[in-house]
């Protein structure tokens, strides 16, 4: 009787996975994706339970997802990553080499940038919060998700500088705040000061605040400092703690807003949010600046991905110029039939 209530209250496997990743201060998006593969992995081999596979298991996992599914190089590494982690932090079983894994292949891709006349079409295609969030995706080099989790005490007005504090890899880093968007942004958040205190009025205005920093200063969800530049408009059910708050604006909605303004400026590229970093980054490197200098404002850990954006410029060393300007004029048009 007392080993059926002992098995009773121990914990599931993805219960167990789950509190390990929060202990561990995994974000909630990589906690959902490495329960998911957990989940796959699980039903791919029918249900088996992980500790009774081991390395031929997870090799034949990994290769069904490069052979039959075809995915990325970064889709199938992010399943390891999840399986790594579930056998060695939460089984606690050390894993031998594991070989005979077909493995995806990731070309090397140039990035897409906008010149400075197609980014600003694109921008004039946006209005409101919209707008001013892809001016300081462009003009700040910021991430998407960096831009929506800002809050109000990350920007600096009187040194011209935003602190990037839930950057890629827990990193912080200083950015620039372009003049131009000082009085607009302060604009901004004087409407978002007025939600707030009307939030605070009813009882509500609270705010996740990461970690452990909620037990250290309880008040600080209420502050005005910890709310975020870009609230929602509505009101939601904290996904871990299943308290009320005012959390940040969905960063679907701004993408889907840049995606229509791209259409309707006519910019043939396949662009994206991310496109105004790439831009950002290659038209300083075009505008003479420090390839170390743009490495620190994008909050790169390796010089080597800074590179990335050399690809546009055509002084690599010395000036190119295509063998094609030394051979005579240019080719007629011949306009298509009617």
């Given at each position: ?69 075809k ?22 079983r ?35 919060e ?65 939600l ?60 889907n ?61 010395l ?20």
């Amino acid at each position: 009787m007392a080993a059926a209530v002992a098995s009773e209250k121990k914990p599931k496997l993805l219960d167990r996975v789950r509190s390990d990743l929060r202990v561990r201060r995994y974000s909630i998006r990589t906690e959902k994706a490495y329960i998911d593969w957990i989940r796959r992995f699980i039903f791919f081999h029918a249900k088996r339970h992980p500790n009774e596979m081991g390395e031929r298991e997870i090799s034949v996992f990994l290769t069904h997802l490069a052979v039959n599914r075809k995915v990325a190089a970064s889709t199938q590494n992010q399943a390891f990553c999840a399986l790594l982690f579930l056998y060695v932090q939460v089984l606690q079983r050390k894993l031998d080499f594991i070989d005979d894994v077909a493995r995806g292949k990731r070309p090397a891709k140039i990035p897409v940038v906008f010149t400075p006349e197609e980014a600003r079409a694109v921008l004039d295609q946006l209005v409101g919060e919209y707008r001013l969030m892809s001016e300081l995706l462009y003009g700040s080099g910021l991430r998407l998700m960096e831009c929506v989790r800002l809050r109000v005490k990350d920007i600096d007005f009187g040194y011209g500088h935003i602190t990037v504090r839930d950057g890629k890899g827990l990193r912080e880093r200083v950015t620039l705040l372009p003049e131009r968007l000082r009085r607009p942004l302060q604009l901004h958040l004087e409407r978002v000061k007025e939600l707030h205190l009307r939030d605070t009025a009813k009882g509500g205005s609270r705010v996740y605040l990461p970690f452990a920093l909620r037990r250290k200063y309880p008040n600080a969800t209420r502050s005005w400092a910890w709310q975020y530049v870009f609230p929602a408009a509505k009101v939601s059910t904290d996904p871990r703690s299943n308290e009320i708050r005012r959390h940040h604006i969905g960063e679907k909605n701004l993408q889907n807003a840049v995606k229509l303004a791209i259409r309707r400026a006519g910019v043939a590229k396949t662009a994206s949010c991310h496109t105004f970093r790439h831009s950002f980054a290659t038209q300083l490197l075009e505008n003479g600046y420090d390839i170390r200098t743009v490495q620190e404002l994008l909050g790169h850990k390796d010089v080597s991905t800074t590179m990335i954006y050399t690809h546009v410029l055509n002084k690599p060393g010395l000036a190119i110029r295509s063998p094609s300007m030394r051979n005579g004029p240019a080719a007629t048009i011949v306009p298509f039939p009617s």
